[in-house]
């Protein structure tokens, strides 16, 4: 597992760690709009209503855009080369994440493949959303 | 309120070298810059009422160079800033904040003398949301979008190749430029792999250097040695902090608000414009600009490179100094795309296109996350 970069959680953020680490996908959708958004923020970004909740994601999604990065970053040296990817979830919102699971060659990344959530856990507070092909093994 | 035809750069220059200059802090070249810009239009550092800058605080370029401004502004959103410092020049000029407006730019790049640190607090969105992925700076985070445009519309390797041959075309010609000898579209495809889909060659450099510009009113513009080069449309607008954010992978919202706004206020036509100059971080970022600007439709740029109309000889003479690609790329380019701007309408450009009348210069912030645009004439009557 690469030794990643480990974000600490701010108040308007807690709630979507805190999901991850049960490995839900907590993400918000806005009650006045009825726009689902991501990343964590209390008010709307398209309508600027408060009245907004959390919700689980059902973690699928599809691959929207990636690289395949062969100049790692610090941490990630024995991972090279390794995707870095944005995927758009069944939901709208997307998120930056990496592809594992298979061979990261552009034969096996077609843009829009299914994708869905698996979880690294990185310590007691940090467990990541990871993203797969749809049945892949990881 | 407008800005067209208020404001006119008098003085440019960049510093003496534009390579890699270990023995050069920051604020060293942002002076060296200043003080060349300034002798460029005969005037000195006690002139000067207004700093803008980006990277370093205008409060610490304003100290270094011994001047007490009554307007300064520090919007440091990446390699676009200066478009945006020369418009918001232009707005102080016209409100009366200030009269002899100073913009810098100075980049260890390269060396990393006398730059602030690296990286960001572990709770920005950034780091919460982008880091953990192993991003290793722009090549991991501009590029991918580029994957969308060529999925949406076609767009091929060759094509995105051919942007970085038809700028070091540009190159050859210039011989500040850091990297001048001919490539082909092969060398830029078989150039090592940075991050799929993009290669060494599709990459700027990293170099160190800066550049200055004195704006003044219009009115004043003709007091100066040098051809007065006016401004006749500004724009600026941002989108987001993170590239996973982006609206739409194959457009840019921030370009297409800041180009339009630049056309409505000069008023002018596309096919009005004679030069461009359009931020070139990557290979893709040109054709990104081509198709928000306007210059042509969307998901169209790769064949208009491919066919090699921006290159010398081409029908839109695009990036005439060889670019960040091939000439410099401090960190913050723009400034050397206006610079490059200013001395193709002032005649003095190494690679020197004839009979030219307006220029636009076009950068990007960050990672698609802001824009600036500059449409220049040196017709006073324009």
């Known amino acids: 597992m690469p030794k990643r970069p480990i974000p600490e959680p701010t108040p308007d953020t807690a709630e979507f760690w805190a999901g991850a680490r049960r490995g839900e996908l907590r993400i918000q959708r806005c009650n006045a709009c009825g726009k689902a958004y991501f990343y964590p923020r209390p008010f709307c970004p398209f309508c600027s209503s408060k009245d907004v909740a959390w919700f689980t994601a059902t973690g699928r999604g599809k691959l929207y855009s990636y690289v395949i990065n062969n100049r790692p970053a610090y941490g990630f040296q024995d991972y090279a080369p390794y995707v870095i990817a944005v995927v758009q979830l069944d939901e709208g919102p997307r998120m930056m994440t990496n592809i594992i699971g298979v061979e990261p060659t552009p034969e096996n990344l077609p843009i829009d493949l299914p994708v869905e959530v698996t979880w690294e856990k990185q310590d007691d507070v940090i467990t990541l959303p990871i993203f797969r092909p749809v049945g892949a093994a990881t | 309120m407008s800005l067209r035809m208020t404001a006119a750069i008098v003085g440019a220059a960049e510093t003496d070298s534009v390579a890699i200059q270990p023995d050069m802090s920051s604020l060293m070249l942002h002076a060296e810059a200043a003080f060349n810009a300034l002798a460029d239009c005969g005037l000195t550092k006690d002139d000067v009422d207004g700093v803008l800058c980006a990277g370093q605080s205008p409060v610490s370029v304003a100290e270094y160079l011994g001047i007490t401004p009554t307007y300064i502004d520090g919007t440091s959103v990446g390699g676009c800033s200066f478009m945006i410092h020369v418009r918001h020049a232009a707005a102080a000029i016209q409100a009366g904040l200030c009269s002899v407006a100073l913009i810098t730019h100075g980049e260890s790049g390269r060396s990393r003398v006398g730059m602030g640190g690296w990286g960001s607090s572990k709770q920005m969105p950034g780091a919460q949301f982008e880091e953990p992925y192993g991003v290793a700076g722009p090549p991991t985070r501009f590029t991918i979008p580029i994957l969308r445009h060529m999925h949406e519309y076609g767009t091929t390797h060759e094509q995105l190749a051919s942007v970085a041959v038809a700028t070091r075309r540009w190159a050859e010609k210039n011989p500040r430029a850091m990297m001048r000898d001919p490539i082909t579209i092969e060398d830029v495809l078989n150039s090592r792999m940075i991050a799929y889909p993009v290669h060494l060659l599709e990459c700027c450099l990293v170099t160190d250097g800066g550049g200055a510009l004195v704006v003044v009113s219009a009115e004043r513009a003709k007091d100066f040695p040098k051809k007065p080069v006016y401004v006749l449309g500004t724009g600026e607008s941002s989108e987001h902090s993170m590239i996973s954010q982006m609206h739409d992978f194959t457009e ?131």
């Open chain 2, 252 to 382: 840019s919202r921030a370009f297409k608000v800041s180009g339009q706004l630049a056309f409505n206020e000069a008023k002018i036509e596309r096919k009005d414009i004679d030069h461009a100059m359009f931020y070139d971080a990557f290979a893709h970022t040109p054709m990104f600009a081509l198709e928000a600007l306007g210059f042509v439709g969307k998901g169209e740029s790769g064949p208009f490179f491919e066919e090699m109309r921006t290159a010398p000889g081409g029908d839109f003479p695009l990036n005439t100094n060889g670019g960040g690609l091939s000439y410099t790329h401090t960190g913050m380019y723009g400034m050397f795309a206006i610079q490059e701007s200013v001395r193709q309408l002032r005649g003095e450009a190494p690679a020197q296109l004839p009979d030219l009348r307006t220029s636009i210069a076009h950068g990007v912030g960050g990672m698609f996350h802001a824009a600036g645009t500059l449409i220049l004439t040196n017709d006073e009557r324009a």
